[in-house]
């Protein structure tokens, strides 16, 4: 069965389209309206054109998907050139595409005429619902005020093709109708289980997507009522997860992201198969090989004293002067993610990295020296969506949902989700407590000294425990922007974020003369050295993409105005 939708899902992908940014029309002289549609098999195939798009996993060939991006927008990493916010408005582009949006469309609309029972058409229908909300989630996110299409338009249908941008708020109360249908309609079981999209898989994406929502509601529009009808949602499509007793977290942390093969791991609710000869990816080689964007300091003093506080207010944090001192003592989450036995520099290690920290979450030691652990040849598997994010999403979901009219969250409401996470095999954290609206540990509250004010205490460990169980695995961006909080990526307001491992020169003769350090023999590794290089946060335009000038172009030449997001 496995290969069997492998098979399927690349005949679909090369069939009807492989890349999310343009549509491939079928041959007409092969496959028409009146020849595919007729039986369930051909919508499921049909189906599988949608998986590469939203499950992209570790990508193919010589990527690896949105996993492990040294080159992102965030405060994790440490770069030697820090990306930069978009500077331009695109000629064309850019994202500003609805090819998804009409070819779900046409999937809808097309599933109604198949003969199949009802069942199965209303189970077709949700998937077809549920890819238009994910892609519509995703222009939203991009574009903030997109036009709603819910049926398919010809050329013909001017009016309709060259209508005004929709309000967020009116196309996300379009994308939860879709989602909820998705979630009463589409079938528990179908296919195979970790490789298909069923219900389980609805409901995680339906508790990521509100979460992004619901925050960006709260702190981008002021809008309570909102927020809090979109984080009730997150917070009960993870409820549904948690409650349904379907999944547990796997015995191993780097388990879930470094394996040949996630077929029932009970962490994983949706995965992307890879198959050695027919689809790798280059994760494993970045991670064992080939020199790496380093994690900063700032990602790295994140990470907990295994007593559960914070370094800055731990006993039993050791300091940072040596790779030793800063693996012990510490949620053992740091050692999963990160190499905790040597730094990696450059002119002492060939695999270094810009900050000496080396991530190796993602590495298969059993395959690392073989051809299969080099190059584009990786055929590890990949979570696309996992239980431990869903939990992470029903806490935080609670947490924000008490700020804006929502009941307070309580012990209960930890111990379904942080605590689980911290009572993984291997990791063995103390539990996370609140009193009143403090977080605890051990019965005693606390308060890290390097929260931002503006965050509540409660909500700021939240967030921490979100930032290391993802680590490296592309959220962090997204995070900072629904809680508007891009500066954190400012190089020169948060210095610490172009920082990595404190070393001395003398005990590294054979260091890069290349290599900066905070003071001239001694110091922290500082990455991005050059004044044209910092990467500062100076304008609040970013928080949303510029719409591509010739689309502003071809409805002008319609009389229309498309109106650009603000700041462009």
């Not at 491939?24 to 599988?48: A, M």
Request: one cysteine or more; a negative charge; glycine letters at 8%.
């Amino acid at each position: 069965m496995k290969k069997k939708i492998f098979i399927l899902a690349l005949f679909a992908t090369t069939l009807f389209s492989c890349e999310k940014d343009f549509l491939e029309t079928p041959p007409l002289d092969q496959l028409t309206d009146e020849t595919f549609w007729k039986s369930e098999e051909n919508v499921r195939t049909f189906s599988y054109g949608f998986y590469p798009a939203y499950f992209t996993g570790y990508g193919s060939g010589f990527t690896w998907g949105n996993y492990f991006s040294g080159q992102s927008l965030n405060d994790d990493f440490a770069p030697t050139s820090p990306g930069q916010f978009t500077r331009n408005v695109p000629a064309s582009g850019g994202g500003w595409t609805f090819s998804w949006v009409r070819k779900a469309n046409i999937f809808i609309d097309r599933v109604q005429d198949v003969p199949m029972s009802d069942d199965a058409k209303a189970h077709w229908t949700g998937v077809g619902r549920f890819f238009r909300g994910m892609e519509y989630a995703d222009l939203v996110n991009s574009f903030g005020d997109v036009p709603w299409y819910e049926t398919e338009l010809k050329e013909t249908d001017t009016e309709e093709l060259y209508k005004p941008r929709d309000s967020r708020t009116f196309v996300m109360d379009k994308v939860l109708a879709d989602f909820r249908f998705a979630a009463e309609n589409v079938r528990l079981t179908d296919g195979a289980k970790g490789l298909t999209v069923n219900r389980d898989v609805v409901l995680a994406f339906m508790s990521q997507v509100f979460l992004f929502e619901g925050t960006w509601q709260k702190y981008h529009l002021n809008n309570a009522a909102k927020a809090a009808e979109y984080l009730e949602a997150s917070k009960w499509a993870a409820e549904q997860l948690i409650s349904s007793g379907r999944y547990s977290l796997s015995p191993s942390y780097r388990g879930v992201f470094n394996s040949l093969n996630l077929a029932g791991n009970p962490e994983v609710i949706l995965y992307r198969q890879y198959e050695p000869g027919m689809l790798t990816h280059a994760l494993n080689s970045y991670n064992n090989k080939e020199p790496q964007t380093g994690a900063s300091k700032d990602a790295i003093d994140s990470y907990l004293a295994e007593d559960g506080l914070p370094i800055s207010i731990s006993p039993l944090y050791q300091g940072d002067k040596g790779i030793d001192d800063v693996m012990t003592n510490r949620d053992p989450r740091i050692t999963e993610t990160f190499v905790s036995d040597e730094l990696r520099l450059n002119g002492i290690s060939s695999n270094y990295s810009t900050t000496g920290y080396a991530t190796h979450k993602f590495l298969n030691e059993a395959i690392k020296d073989q051809p299969d652990g080099s190059s584009n040849l990786n055929p590890t598997d990949a979570p696309v969506i996992r239980y431990g994010e869903v939990l992470l999403n029903y806490a935080e979901a609670t947490a924000e949902l008490a700020t804006v009219g929502g009941p307070a969250m309580t012990q209960i409401d930890l111990d379904k989700s942080i605590n689980k996470l911290r009572a993984r095999p291997g990791i063995g954290l103390p539990a996370l407590q609140v009193q009143g609206n403090l977080p605890a540990v051990s019965g005693v509250t606390y308060d890290d000294p390097q929260r931002d004010p503006s965050v509540p205490s409660l909500i700021w460990e939240i967030r921490r425990e979100r930032r290391v169980e993802l680590m490296m695995e592309g959220f962090r961006l997204d995070d900072l922007r629904r809680w508007k909080k891009l500066e954190y990526t400012d190089t020169e307001a948060n210095i610490d974020i172009n920082r990595g491992a404190w070393i001395s020169r003398a005990e590294y003769p054979k260091l890069q003369s290349s290599v900066v350090l905070t003071g001239a023999q001694e110091g922290y590794i500082i990455p991005a050295t050059a004044a044209a290089s910092q990467r500062l946060f100076v304008d609040p335009k970013v928080y949303l993409n510029p719409l591509p000038l010739d689309q502003i172009k071809l409805y002008a030449d319609q009389g229309v105005e498309l109106k650009q997001n603000p700041g462009w």
